[in-house]
């Protein structure tokens, strides 16, 4: 049975879509780009300050399904600009602990609002 979630603690979202979708054990996250949820408005432009607001945004979506980010099984992301590469890497693995789930990471010529990034998870909840 499928479930859509949507989260108060996310920024809304920019389209017609659910902040994530449960089906049984796994939820599917939409990407999530860096809107302050609060304010509303994107953070600074600047690589770190996105990856940083896009995994907390991912996060709340997560929590909001009943999952948090140890859960995550895949995660995607969705760079503009590939040499962004290395500190995303630093700043994502700050966010996970043990073991890290499995990951693409891809670059696109352009992300809604003018973001950076844009992450979206697969979670398992047992």
Not at 13 to 38: E, F, N, R
């Amino acid at each position: 049975m499928k479930e859509c979630i949507v989260s108060d603690k996310a920024p809304p979202a920019v389209g017609p879509y659910s902040h994530a979708v449960k089906c049984g054990q796994l939820v599917y996250t939409s990407g999530q780009i860096a809107i302050d949820p609060v304010s509303g408005i994107m953070v600074e432009k600047e690589i770190s300050a996105q990856t940083g607001q896009c995994l907390r945004n991912v996060e709340s979506v997560l929590q909001a399904a009943g999952c948090s980010l140890a859960d995550v099984i895949k995660a995607t992301i969705f760079l503009t600009n590939m040499t962004d590469f290395e500190i995303v890497n630093k700043i994502y693995a700050s966010f996970f602990k043990g073991d890290f789930p499995a990951r693409s990471v891809v670059e696109v010529s352009s992300l809604p609002k003018g973001a950076l990034i844009e992450i979206e998870a697969i979670a398992h909840k047992a």
